[in-house]
């Protein structure tokens, strides 16, 4: 049992944790799913979890567990406990842990999440490796740049005008950017701190999150992008669902949970009137704004009926199919972006320190 004086000490309200790194969460939905491998119930295993941490010392992740195997023992579901800890699971993680209560797949659930978290951290660390590189460079090269301004040059201009002789145009420039950004920093500093208020205040309110996600959607390459992972998503859950007899109808609180976007969310009832309506499933998705390339094998699979089943095994490879291909493009993508970003960062860098030779250069010469 957990420390019952440390529970009385910490914060009764609000989550318990208020960060987790990539590497807990990875090892908390492994060994959630190596305990219901084993036959325990969600709460034994939630508990068993927690101890776990618990030894390790880390107390915020064993009392958020805790309490959240305390609402599943008053007849809560596991997916709805888990929105007491909004960091340690996210809409996602809730989603495909309610797809798991619907396709009574738990063990299932959490070792994809586990499998996804160990390729974030894999990712994350690939890209941060291309990326923080260059932009710390371009970093110091700036502060090399403004110290560069601001007193060498300066002393050597004045030497320049004791001999009478003109200053280049580039110390000049490079000391007059330097000079007003250094006499007006306080200005920049304002209107950062404003614009951060702002748009904070902006992301509080319900219409200020819509035109949020209204606007990312609309951004070339990116909006793509976060659609497409969204139902990416999505497609990872569905062939479960269907193989365990799940109805398309019972996966909208799933499609919902996992559209974290409002505009996204919002499709989602285009995918609720079609199956109302009568319509197919193949329909639901394309009205849903689903990739043409996932609408299409489940539209053919649509006139097949199984043979020995009432699983609609060809929609299930369909979906997988689809699935594959479209977790490849956006991999293809996200280190397609992380590539290009890093390049300008070398260029950016390189070429602040190249402007900053040639302004002592020309002004020695």
Do not use: C
């Amino acid at each position: 049992m957990l420390n019952l004086k440390t529970l009385a000490g910490s914060n009764a309200l609000g989550p318990k944790v208020r960060d987790m790194s990539l590497r807990d969460r990875e090892r908390l939905f492994f060994l959630m799913a190596q305990m219901l491998r084993a036959g325990q119930t969600a709460e034994g295993s939630l508990r068993a979890v927690a101890k776990a941490f618990k030894t390790e010392r880390k107390d915020n992740i064993a009392l958020g567990l805790t309490g959240i195997a305390q609402k599943v023992s008053q007849g809560r579901s596991l997916s709805k406990s888990m929105d007491s800890e909004p960091i340690m699971f996210d809409e996602v993680h809730r989603a495909a842990i309610m797809a798991g209560e619907a396709a009574n797949s738990m063990y299932d659930s959490f070792k994809v999440l586990q499998e996804l978290e160990a390729r974030k951290m894999e990712m994350r660390r690939s890209g941060l490796a291309e990326v923080i590189t260059p932009t710390a460079m371009w970093i110091m090269s700036l502060a090399s740049i403004f110290n560069t301004g601001l007193n060498t040059l300066p002393a050597l201009s004045a030497m320049k005008k004791a001999q009478k002789k003109p200053i280049g145009a580039i110390p000049e420039t490079v000391m007059n950017i330097t000079a007003f950004m250094a006499a007006n920093w306080y200005v920049f500093v304002a209107l950062i701190i404003v614009m951060i208020i702002s748009l904070y205040s902006v992301l509080r309110t319900p219409q200020g999150k819509f035109w949020l996600d209204y606007y990312i959607l609309k951004v070339p390459g990116l909006g793509k992008y976060m659609a497409y992972k969204v139902y990416t998503n999505m497609l990872l859950y569905f062939p479960s669902l269907i193989e365990s007899g799940v109805k398309p109808k019972q996966m909208i609180p799933i499609m919902e949970a996992l559209a974290t976007n409002i505009i996204l969310k919002r499709r989602i009832d285009f995918f609720n009137q079609v199956l109302t309506s009568g319509g197919k499933m193949s329909e639901a998705m394309e009205k849903a704004g689903f990739p043409p390339i996932s609408v299409t094998p489940v539209r053919v699979s649509e006139h097949y009926a199984g043979a020995n089943t009432d699983v609609n095994d060809v929609m299930v490879e369909g979906m997988r199919h689809s699935y594959t291909i479209l977790d490849r493009d956006l991999t293809d993508a996200q280190r397609k972006f992380v590539t290009t970003f890093s390049t300008i960062m070398w260029i950016l860098g390189g070429g602040t320190m190249l402007l900053e030779m040639l302004s002592i250069v020309f002004a020695q010469t």
